[in-house]
Every structure is written in C-alpha cells, then in structure tokens.
C-alpha cells in the first residue's frame, strides 16, 4: 500500500485529493511540520527538501505535489487520471501539469512579494499573464483537458483553491470561481479537505 506523508493546511491537500481520487487504499503518515518531523534524517531520507507531501510506494519514493500526481496516475491507470501514452491528449495533459509549479507557483510568490523581475528571463514571464492564460483554459471548462477530468486539474485546482480560496494571494475571476465550484463539488476534494483540516 503507498504511504503519503502529509501535514494538515498545506500542500498536502493536493496529494490528499488526489489519492481520494483513485479509489485505492493508501496509508496517511501525519508529518508534523510544526514540530519538524519533516525534518528528521528518516524524512529527509524521503525528501531531501524536508516538505511535506512525499509518497512512498515499496522502495520507490518520491516529493513534489505534481510529480506525485504524475507517478500515481500512471500507476493506477485504472482511476483515468491522465490520457494514457499515445493519446494527443497527453501533450495538454503534461503542459498544465508542469504549469502549476513552473508558471503558477511562482507567479504567486511574485504578487505576494512584489519582487520585480525581468519578464524575459524569468520562466513564468509576467505573473498577469499567467493568470490570464489560465483564465482562459479554465472558461472552455469543465476541466483543463475539456470533459474529461485528469490528475492535471487535482494540480491547477488545489494550486488556485490554496491561492485564491485560502490565502487570498490571487484576486478572484468569475472562470476561477466557476473552477474552482465544480472542483470543491467533486466528492474526493471533499473528502480530501476533512482530512487535510487535521
Ligand atoms: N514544491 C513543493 C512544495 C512543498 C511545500 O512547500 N510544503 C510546505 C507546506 S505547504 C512544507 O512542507 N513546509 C515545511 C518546511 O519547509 O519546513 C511541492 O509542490 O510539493
């Protein structure tokens, strides 16, 4: 059975959601990040970044909320979390995934602290451009890739709930309300953020 290492209210949530997306069973091991057990040497073991979420499976371990969703959407191709190999579907699939933490994440930490940066060097460009051009594949709708629902929206979604829901750090759109209630309707993000309250 994979564990995942998680903390309540954080990014954790997007590894909860996901998990409770697949159905499958999988064992929550609470890592305290008040108390810094994600700081232990059997952690770092896991992570070396010392954040939580990790997951392991058997031997295999692994960190970063987007990969998570990658390798957990390939091993259970059962829950349809990703095109499979071969679907053009893939190409958007992978885009939005990598999205999140190479345009998204950085994009929020550029508002929340107001450091300007040369648009042409920084990968994300300009912050206002990201979020438009993520306005716009959240209007099409219902999800990233069209109908179908993939590990990519548990990305975008738990990344734009934590930002505009939660902290407040991006200012709401109509299309990322919209989103962002046909995500928090889903039963797993439901599940998934009992859990992730703690
Ligand atoms: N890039 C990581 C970020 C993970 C992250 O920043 N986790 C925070 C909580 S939201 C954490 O574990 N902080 C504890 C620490 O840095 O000691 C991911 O996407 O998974």
Avoid: H
């Avoid at 450091?115 to 209007?139: C, K, T």
């Avoid at 934590?162 to 709401?172: D, E, G, T, Y």
């Amino acid at each position: 059975m994979m564990k995942l290492y998680w903390a309540p209210r954080t990014r954790s949530f997007t590894a909860l959601w996901l998990m409770e997306e697949t159905g499958q069973p999988y064992e929550r091991v609470l890592t305290d990040i008040a108390t810094g057990a994600q700081k232990t040497p059997e952690y770092l073991a896991i992570n070396p970044m010392g954040k939580v979420p990790a997951l392991a499976d058997g031997d295999a371990t692994l960190a970063e909320a987007a990969a998570i969703c990658a390798y957990v959407a390939e091993r259970y191709p059962e829950a349809r979390l990703a095109p499979p190999l071969g679907d053009p579907a893939r190409a958007k699939y992978l885009y939005w995934l990598f999205f999140s933490p190479g345009c998204i994440e950085p994009a929020i930490v550029q508002l929340a602290t107001k450091i300007e940066m040369n648009p042409v060097a920084a990968g994300w460009g300009e912050a206002q451009r990201v979020f438009d051009v993520l306005d716009a594949a959240v209007s099409k709708g219902p999800w990233i890739l069209g109908d179908t629902f993939s590990a990519a929206d548990i990305v975008i979604g738990s990344g734009l709930n934590f930002a505009v829901r939660m902290f407040k750090m991006v200012p709401p759109r109509p299309s990322f309300d919209a989103y962002l209630d046909r995500c928090a309707a889903r039963p797993a993000f439901q599940r998934a953020e009992k859990i992730a309250a703690g």
